[in-house]
């Protein structure tokens, strides 16, 4: 049975008082058996998180793909493995085009962290436009053969998709529970047709894009939707707590 899991991507936002508030909040849920629940928090409250010992995994938003090194406000995995820290965030749209990453940095990082042997949530997702055109489907095929597809089948057991239509993020626009179910069983059979049947079935697909309490049920309930990631909503702990709690 794959791995359910609702995931807050709180960007570039909280003071650590919040961050460790609503991180407290969490761990007051309790949570289905085979339900998991990850906080992407900004770098600097990584340390003050672990400390607390909760069961709710902490992941790092972002790293630089060199071990070490004269990198000037970088930070390593190395940096991220001594604190424990178990997952990363690699491809979000944000990083893609606010900072220029490359399918070729986004490749490298997707090596770095499953060789570090961190769970990876590997973001994908098509702009505006291209939906407009109806080109949405190999698109995101596109992204997922040049940055993940490199794999073998044994590293691709520590990957989870997130679809992340760019329109909806972060925009109060989501998709409806039927285009993201369309991509989500796009994006498995993409997988079943690389890897075979039973990887496909073991992967978790999570839908990101202005998903909250109101419409994280409906998107849930979806055969091959298994969770999100969650931007906005995640930044409010009575909020982020009905998603994990909808699921
Ligand atoms: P949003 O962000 O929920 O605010 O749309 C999602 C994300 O960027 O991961």
Redesign the pocket.
């Known amino acids: 049975m794959r791995k359910q899991i609702v995931a807050a991507?709180w960007?570039m936002n909280l003071t650590k008082k919040e961050a460790l508030y609503i991180y407290d909040k969490l761990e007051e849920i309790q949570l289905k058996e085979n339900q998991e629940v990850i906080v992407f928090s900004p770098y600097v409250f990584l340390d003050a998180l672990k400390q607390r010992q909760h069961h709710i995994k902490v992941g790092a938003q972002n790293f630089h793909p060199a071990a070490q090194g004269a990198y000037t406000g970088k930070v390593s995995i190395n940096h991220l493995l001594d604190l424990e820290i178990e997952c990363v965030l690699v491809g979000?749209?944000?990083r893609r085009i606010l900072f220029n990453e490359s399918d070729e940095v986004i490749k490298l990082k997707i090596d770095v962290a499953v060789n570090n042997k961190l769970e990876t949530i590997f973001?994908c997702g098509e702009p505006l436009e291209i939906r407009e055109q109806g080109k949405h489907l190999s698109f995101v095929l596109q992204q997922m053969e040049s940055n993940l597809f490199h794999l073998t089948p044994e590293q691709m057991k520590q990957i989870i998709v997130?679809y992340?239509p760019v329109w909806?993020?972060?925009?109060g626009k989501t998709a409806s529970s039927q285009q993201a179910e369309e991509m989500h069983r796009f994006i498995r059979m993409s997988i079943e047709h690389r890897y075979g049947k039973e990887t496909a079935g073991n992967i978790s697909i999570l839908y990101?894009?202005?998903?909250?309490p109101s419409n994280a049920a409906e998107l849930f309930a979806c055969e091959n939707i298994d969770g999100g990631?969650?931007?906005?909503?995640?930044l409010n702990a009575e909020d982020f707590s009905q998603i994990v709690l909808a699921q």
């Open positions: 991507n960007k979000h749209s944000e973001c997130a992340e909806a993020i972060g925009t990101g894009g202005s998903c909250n990631l969650i931007g906005g909503a995640s």
